[in-house]
């Protein structure tokens, strides 16, 4: 078990008129390698759940493991905690400062007492497993990429500690698809090949579909959901309570059932789909028609 | 009408070879008539959004024209009156929300407007109405969804009884709820009032009248929603996608070419045209 939340709750502003719980009684369990996405309406804790896989909160009550270290603990190793689960946040292309982007990434391990060849080594691995070419981008300023390039430099930054998980929270947000492809084909590669433990918070049902294989849905500070992705999206009722739309796939193999045909709710991708219909609505078309 | 008359910007000075550094928008021509719910695609940095700051003369075109109702931007005696009747809405629920009570917020335009009081609490009234946040007219906007903030914001500048709304990446922070009723909003208005909505969500263009593409600072492709999502290859070369439906419908196409002559757009085509 890699990352393991026991009985957590935690409220913004304990012990005050203006006190809210943001998670109450999580347990959760996350295994090396895992591709989790997160969901639920805005409000909903995701948030702040995520910020309890790195130590940046600390539970109010209950406990977080990361690979058996307890995260509350006095002498908790909190920077190397927080080098092993690396948390990307939204829009973080806002917190560029540096001048190329050479130096952006190098940040993070220098911080870490990394120099020379080593340095130069990481922050070539980390640019190219965001897709991005090192010799044409790295005396670049962050500041003039484009927003996929940005966005894409903003992981590599976090990549170059070497984290062990790396928890997005919406990474494709505000991105066009071209971007938004890129990014959830790289993490996927990471994912697979790394057995990079991955963790995105979304509000996009198609992009999850794309690399999560396990969904957690959230309300009101709790996880209502936890199974595989395709079981989940079956649900469409039980989702919709919880302000999840399935994505347009399951919406049309739904349509399908409704007209008697057995297609299976749970696909994920217009290939998926375009399968199912060939065998489940067109094959069987064929043989009532001959 | 609005209309862009080679419509070129840029940031920064041209240089002595007249070559323009940063230029965003390259001769961009474009009519946006009265009543029309229009799309505008186009990936990252291809000057969406400076073509939407165009049309209110938040920025004025280096070269060319932006002529509103027939006032040109350019023109300081009109721009009020043209910020009047071109609304525009941005993507942060959090950022467009000044005062401490909803209806105050969308009386905010109005008051400015000189109206008397009546007249005020009537268009607040209506505008909340329009976007379905009447019942919460006495609420603080903080305490809002940020699919319920986008709406307040939209029916500030309703109350303007402006001709034009221009909504730039407004639901792309929004949940799927929010982005849901937002789209409702925008369904509702439809015809009563121009409607330019600037997406990065291909789904959202399927029920347009007419969808705009751009691409490095150009207008480069421009019709209904079929029209667009039937040019597969160009759509790539967008830097779009097509919507899943249509994408499923090509790749159940490629094994029985017979099907969807005109591809659908919509799970329900889909499944009507299997079906039939």
Same mark, same amino acid.
């Given at each position: 078990?890699?990352?393991?939340?026991?009985?957590?709750?935690?409220?913004?502003?304990?012990?005050?008129?203006?006190?809210?719980?943001?998670?109450?009684?999580?347990?959760?369990?996350?295994?090396?390698?895992?591709?989790?996405?997160?969901?639920?309406?805005?409000?909903?804790?995701?948030?702040?759940?995520?910020?309890?896989?790195?130590?940046?909160?600390?539970?109010?009550?209950?406990?977080?493991?990361?690979?058996?270290?307890?995260?509350?603990?006095?002498?908790?190793?909190?920077?190397?905690?927080?080098?092993?689960?690396?948390?990307?946040?939204?829009?973080?292309?806002?917190?560029?400062?540096?001048?190329?982007?050479?130096?952006?990434?190098?940040?993070?391990?220098?911080?870490?007492?990394?120099?020379?060849?080593?340095?130069?080594?990481?922050v070539k691995w980390s640019l190219e497993a965001v897709g991005l070419d090192f010799a044409t981008i790295k005396d670049r300023s962050p500041f003039e990429l484009s927003g996929g390039q940005m966005r894409r430099v903003a992981i590599a930054s976090i990549l170059s500690m070497e984290p062990e998980a790396l928890v997005l929270d919406e990474?494709?947000?505000?991105?066009?698809?071209?971007?938004?492809?890129?990014?959830?084909?790289?993490?996927?590669?990471?994912?697979?090949?790394?057995?990079?433990?991955?963790?995105?918070?979304?509000?996009?049902?198609? +992009?999850?579909?794309?690399?999560?294989?396990?969904?957690?849905?959230?309300?009101?500070?709790?996880?209502?959901?936890?199974? +595989?992705?395709?079981?989940?999206?079956?649900?469409?009722?039980?989702?919709?309570?919880?302000?999840?739309?399935?994505?347009?796939?399951?919406?049309?193999?739904?349509?399908?059932?409704?007209?008697?045909?057995?297609?299976?709710?749970?696909?994920?991708?217009?290939?998926?789909?375009?399968?199912?219909?060939?065998?489940?609505?067109?094959?069987?078309?064929?043989?009532?028609?001959? | 009408?609005?209309?862009?008359?080679?419509?070129?910007?840029?940031?920064?000075?041209?240089?002595?070879?007249?070559?323009?550094?940063?230029?965003?928008?390259?001769?961009?021509?474009?009519?946006?008539?009265?009543?029309?719910?229009?799309?505008?695609?186009?990936?990252?940095?291809?000057?969406?959004?400076?073509?939407?700051?165009?049309?209110?003369?938040?920025?004025?075109?280096?070269?060319?024209?932006?002529?509103?109702?027939?006032?040109?931007?350019?023109?300081?005696?009109?721009?009020?009156?043209?910020?009047?009747?071109?609304?525009?809405?941005?993507?942060?629920?959090?950022?467009?929300?000044?005062?401490?009570?909803?209806?105050?917020?969308?009386?905010?335009?109005?008051?400015?407007?000189?109206?008397?009081?009546?007249?005020?609490?009537?268009?607040?009234?209506?505008?909340?109405?329009?976007?379905?946040?009447?019942?919460?007219?006495?609420?603080?906007?903080?305490?809002?969804?940020?699919?319920?903030?986008?709406?307040?914001?939209?029916?500030?500048?309703?109350?303007?009884?402006?001709?034009?709304?221009?909504?730039?990446?407004?639901?792309?922070?929004?949940?799927?709820?929010?982005?849901?009723?937002?789209?409702?909003?925008?369904?509702?208005?439809?015809?009563?009032?121009?409607?330019?909505?600037?997406?990065?969500?291909?789904?959202?263009?399927?029920?347009?009248?007419?969808?705009?593409?751009?691409?490095?600072?150009?207008?480069?492709?421009?019709g209904k929603p079929r029209e667009i999502f039937s040019q597969v290859e160009e759509i790539e070369n967008w830097g779009l996608e097509l919507p899943q439906v249509t994408e499923t419908a090509l790749l159940v196409k490629k094994q029985f070419p017979y099907l969807f002559e005109t591809l659908p757009l919509s799970p329900r085509e889909l499944?009507?045209?299997?079906?039939?």
């Amino acid at each position: 078990m890699f990352i393991k939340l026991e009985q957590v709750s935690f409220t913004y502003l304990s012990g005050t008129p203006l006190a809210v719980k943001a998670l109450k009684d999580i347990n959760l369990e996350i295994e090396r390698g895992e591709s989790i996405g997160i969901v639920g309406r805005t409000g909903c804790g995701k948030s702040t759940l995520i910020q309890h896989f790195n130590a940046l909160l600390i539970p109010e009550s209950g406990r977080v493991l990361v690979d058996g270290v307890d995260t509350s603990e006095k002498k908790a190793p909190l920077r190397e905690i927080r080098r092993r689960v690396g948390l990307v946040f939204q829009y973080p292309e806002d917190q560029f400062f540096e001048e190329s982007v050479f130096q952006e990434v190098a940040f993070a391990p220098r911080n870490l007492g990394i120099e020379g060849k080593e340095l130069e080594d990481r922050v070539k691995w980390s640019l190219e497993a965001v897709g991005l070419d090192f010799a044409t981008i790295k005396d670049r300023s962050p500041f003039e990429l484009s927003g996929g390039q940005m966005r894409r430099v903003a992981i590599a930054s976090i990549l170059s500690m070497e984290p062990e998980a790396l928890v997005l929270d919406e990474p494709t947000a505000g991105l066009d698809p071209e971007g938004k492809g890129i990014i959830l084909n790289q993490l996927k590669e990471l994912q697979k090949e790394k057995n990079l433990t991955l963790i995105l918070v979304s509000h996009s049902m198609e +992009d999850l579909a794309r690399v999560a294989q396990r969904l957690i849905v959230m309300d009101e500070g709790r996880i209502e959901l936890d199974d +595989d992705i395709r079981r989940i999206f079956s649900q469409v009722e039980r989702i919709k309570e919880l302000g999840i739309f399935p994505p347009v796939t399951a919406q049309v193999a739904w349509l399908l059932r409704e007209r008697g045909f057995d297609v299976d709710p749970g696909v994920l991708t217009p290939r998926e789909l375009a399968e199912e219909i060939h065998l489940k609505v067109l094959e069987g078309k064929k043989v009532n028609v001959g | 009408m609005i209309e862009f008359k080679n419509v070129s910007f840029w940031y920064g000075e041209e240089d002595g070879f007249g070559i323009r550094n940063e230029e965003v928008l390259r001769e961009v021509s474009l009519e946006i008539p009265p009543g029309k719910f229009m799309v505008l695609l186009g990936r990252n940095g291809s000057g969406k959004s400076t073509l939407a700051k165009h049309a209110n003369g938040l920025l004025l075109p280096q070269s060319g024209e932006v002529i509103v109702d027939g006032m040109n931007t350019r023109d300081e005696e009109s721009i009020w009156e043209i910020r009047r009747r071109v609304g525009l809405v941005f993507q942060n629920p959090d950022n467009q929300i000044i005062a401490t009570t909803v209806e105050e917020d969308v009386a905010f335009g109005p008051e400015n407007l000189g109206l008397p009081r009546e007249e005020i609490i009537a268009r607040v009234e209506e505008a909340l109405d329009l976007v379905g946040m009447a019942e919460y007219r006495n609420k603080e906007p903080h305490l809002l969804s940020g699919g319920q903030k986008q709406r307040v914001a939209i029916a500030g500048v309703l109350a303007m009884h402006p001709e034009y709304l221009i909504l730039d990446e407004a639901t792309s922070m929004l949940d799927p709820e929010g982005r849901e009723e937002l789209m409702k909003v925008i369904l509702n208005l439809r015809g009563k009032i121009a409607i330019l909505h600037i997406t990065h969500n291909v789904e959202e263009a399927t029920e347009a009248d007419e969808v705009l593409v751009m691409d490095e600072g150009r207008i480069v492709a421009q019709g209904k929603p079929r029209e667009i999502f039937s040019q597969v290859e160009e759509i790539e070369n967008w830097g779009l996608e097509l919507p899943q439906v249509t994408e499923t419908a090509l790749l159940v196409k490629k094994q029985f070419p017979y099907l969807f002559e005109t591809l659908p757009l919509s799970p329900r085509e889909l499944v009507e045209e299997l079906c039939s």
